[in-house]
């Protein structure tokens, strides 16, 4: 069946250095997924999204890379501050519903 | 812009009351909305989704007369969780969407049930 999920359950970065979260997926027909963040005790916060006809988009400070040859995609954070410590979901959108995968959570070392 | 908001922001209830958590979105029409149940260090679970004005549409394994969800207005969902346990305690999220594959989600609601 389809699925969305993540390599890394924790990933630990010191202040300042670049972040890669991870996302696997497995329907090859996935045509879009969103990145959210989540801190302690809120909902998911959008980051970013990319559609399949792009293999890179950037935001601020972040970078969503699609591979759909191997059916991954990864969130980049440069310069890691201690505000993005959370956990930080990649979704897919299928029929109007989001699937989620299991998240990672990123702690920021100062 | 796209604000969602939810009430309350926690509670705690006895077990067999029932509870209600209100899901606004406050800057915009949304034509579908969508209940989420989060347990700790887990993921989002689809739980329902609802449209203004039709019965809501529950997940497989979701008691629907349980969790009764009313979506009465284009602003407004509720989810009602009725004679609570303490097995329903968890972190219930909605979600508004104005329109296809985007979802704006409220701060989320935590329920404790003694």
């Known amino acids: 069946g389809e699925s969305v999920g993540l390599h890394l359950p924790t990933l630990s970065v010191q202040e300042g250095d670049n972040s890669i979260i991870n996302c696997a997926y497995s329907?090859?027909?996935?045509?879009?997924f969103i990145w959210y963040k989540q801190e302690s005790g809120k909902g998911p916060q959008f980051i970013i999204d990319?559609?399949?006809?792009?293999d890179k988009r950037q935001g601020q400070r972040v970078t969503v890379l699609l591979n759909k040859t191997v059916k991954h995609l990864s969130l980049q954070i440069a310069a890691t501050q201690p505000g993005d410590s959370a956990v930080y979901f990649c979704?897919?959108?299928?029929?109007?519903?989001?699937?989620f995968g299991t998240g990672t959570r990123l702690q920021v070392t100062l | 812009g796209a604000v969602v908001s939810q009430h309350p922001s926690w509670v705690i209830c006895k077990s067999g009351t029932s509870v209600k958590i209100e899901c606004r979105s406050l800057?915009?029409?949304?034509?579908?909305m969508f209940w989420y149940r989060q347990f700790p260090k887990q993921s989002l679970m689809l739980m329902a989704t609802?449209?203004?004005?039709?019965?809501?549409?529950?997940e497989q394994g979701v008691e629907k007369d349980k969790f009764l969800i009313n979506h009465a207005s284009l602003t407004l969902s509720t989810l009602t969780v009725t004679s609570a346990h303490p097995e329903d305690s968890s972190f219930y999220i909605c979600?508004?969407?104005?329109?296809?594959?985007?979802?704006?989600f409220g701060p989320g609601t935590r329920l404790t049930v003694l």
């Open positions: 800057d915009f029409q949304a034509t579908t």
């Open positions: 609802s449209n203004e004005g039709s019965k809501a549409t529950y």
């Open positions: 979704a897919e959108p299928h029929h109007s519903k989001l699937t």
């Open positions: 979600s508004a969407s104005p329109k296809t594959d985007t979802q704006y």
């Open positions: 329907n090859s027909a996935s045509d879009y």
């Open positions: 990319i559609r399949s006809n792009m």
